[in-house]
T-cell receptor, first 112, second 110 residues
Framework: EPEVTQTPSHQVTQMGQEVILRCVPISNHLYFYWYRQILGQKVEFLVS????????KSEIFDDQFSVERPDGSNFTLKIRSTKLEDSAMYFC??????????FGPGTRLTVT | LAKTTQPISMDSYEGQEVNITCSHN???????ITWYQQFPSQGPRFIIQGYKTKVTNEVASLFIPADRKSSTLSLPRVSLSDTAVYYCLVGEPNFNKFYFGSGTKLNVKP
């Protein structure tokens, strides 16, 4: 069964550093998403991406965040200057038109 | 997006059928209902999606009454490995965003 994959599984970074989280969506999917989940809290929507542009974003997705689909397979989330409160699990998801979203295993980001 | 209400937690025993109900009183005409399962430190896993009546797959069944103001996820013969948080989400098929609630924490006991 095809899966969404994410790398790295765990990223430790210092406050103020830039991080790039990588995702490989399911190959025939057209819609891509990033979510985050702070430990013990709800899954929170960050951004959705379709046809090479952002289609929706939440209030969490401010100027320090950006997304990119640099080639035909990868989908990345960049956090420009990390803060302590960015520590969370970050999940990538993808979907075909009209179906549920399939989530990756997540990247645990720890900002120290 | 329609707001959903689910029980915070449920207990069950191995081998039992578990039914988790979700209320979504303000569901819109174009909205579908989707259920996810999440284990600790893992991404949500798609279980099932439906629009009306009944949908069944190899994992679960989804029952949606005619007024669509609620839905019930049915898990047949649960095992210990079904202990997880279950989320009900409502929205249009080409969801651009999902808002997850707190979900239902299912605890399956031996």
């Amino acid at each position: 069964e095809p899966e969404v994959t994410q790398t790295p599984s765990h990223q430790v970074t210092q406050m103020g550093q830039e991080v790039i989280l990588r995702c490989v969506p399911i190959s025939n999917h057209l819609y891509f998403y990033w979510y985050r989940q702070i430990l013990g809290q709800k899954v929170e929507f960050l951004v959705s991406f379709y046809n090479n542009e952002i289609s929706e974003k939440s209030e969490i997705f401010d100027d320090q965040f950006s997304v990119e689909r640099p080639d035909g397979s990868n989908f990345t989330l960049k956090i420009r200057s990390t803060k302590l409160e960015d520590s969370a699990m970050y999940f990538c998801a993808s979907s075909e038109r009209g179906t549920g979203q399939y989530f990756g295993p997540g990247t645990r980001l720890t900002v120290t | 997006l329609a707001k959903t209400t689910q029980p915070i937690s449920m207990d069950s025993y191995e081998g039992q059928e578990v039914n988790i109900t979700c209320s979504h009183n303000n569901i819109a005409t174009n909205d579908y209902i989707t259920w996810y399962q999440q284990f600790p430190s893992q991404g949500p896993r798609f279980i099932i999606q439906g629009y009306k009546t009944k949908v069944t797959n190899e994992v679960a069944s989804l029952f949606i009454p005619a007024d669509r103001k609620s839905s019930t996820l049915s898990l047949p013969r649960v095992s210990l490995s079904d202990t997880a948080v279950y989320y009900c989400l409502v929205g249009e098929p080409n969801f651009n965003k999902f808002y997850f609630g707190s979900g239902t924490k299912l605890n399956v006991k031996p």
